[in-house]
């Protein structure tokens, strides 16, 4: 099975502050990577899918980019709802892995 | 609106068996694969199983594998998990996923919660 391994596993940033999280897949992957957004109690929601396109609905201060085992997500400017837990995914085989995720914290 | 609602779980004994249900609303349920995947508590996302549209391809992960089963009745627009042999280790919230054409997931019911506990 293809393993996803996410950086870091907590993150303390402020609010303006630029984020970047970062995602290694065991593989090469392509880019069917997804990225989503988990707050305590709800389900997760789709950020960016193949990569680095955006899902419909989702701010443009988030964005995705890499290809092949090395993916990056980045939050232009930390908004006060964007504190949450974030987790990539792997879509290229069945297994359909995700990373451990990677809580944002308020500093 | 996509709706995935989750249903059937609880607090079950080790080795025990439970089954969840998911009702879909919202979409042509009969034309998306769908997932289950689980969350122990204060853990990560991990993926259970998947059941293509017309239920002629699944995948269990590992873990799971002759203890869970998917399956789906495009009839009532439902898709259900039977797991058996229950363990502590099972013990998680199970959520029910649409997985678009390209298979990543883009719509997440509430979720339900398990605990496999004596």
């Known amino acids: 099975d293809i393993q996803m391994t996410q950086s870091p596993s907590t993150l303390s940033a402020s609010v303006g502050d630029r984020v970047t999280i970062s995602c290694r897949a065991s593989?090469?992957?392509?880019?069917?990577l997804a990225w989503y957004q988990q707050k305590a109690g709800k389900g997760p929601n789709l950020l960016i899918y193949?990569?680095?396109s955006l899902e419909s609905g989702v701010p443009s201060r988030f964005s995705g980019s890499g290809s092949g085992t090395e993916f990056t997500l980045t939050i232009s400017s930390l908004q006060p709802d964007d504190f949450a837990t974030y987790y990539c995914?792997?879509?290229?085989?069945?297994?359909?892995?995700f990373g451990q995720g990677t809580t944002v914290e308020i500093k | 609106e996509v709706q995935l609602v989750e249903s059937g779980g609880g607090l079950v004994q080790p080795g025990g068996s439970l089954r969840l249900s998911c009702v879909a609303s919202?979409?042509?349920?009969?034309?998306?694969?769908m997932n289950w995947v689980r969350q122990a508590p204060g853990k990560g996302l991990e993926w259970v199983s998947y059941?293509?549209?017309?239920?002629?391809?699944?995948y269990n992960a590992k873990p799971m594998k002759g203890r869970f089963t998917i399956s789906r009745d495009n009839t009532k627009n439902s898709l259900y998990l039977q797991m058996n042999s229950l363990r502590a280790e099972d013990t998680a919230v199970y959520y029910c996923?649409?997985?678009?054409?390209?298979?990543?997931?883009?719509?997440w019911g509430q979720g339900v919660l398990v605990t496999v506990s004596s």
């Open positions: 996923v649409r997985e678009t054409f390209s298979a990543y997931f883009d719509s």
């Open positions: 919202g979409f042509s349920f009969s034309g998306f694969g």
């Open positions: 059941i293509n549209n017309d239920s002629t391809l699944k």
């Open positions: 593989q090469s992957i392509g880019t069917s």
């Open positions: 193949k990569a680095s």
């Open positions: 995914h792997q879509y290229s085989d069945y297994s359909r892995t």
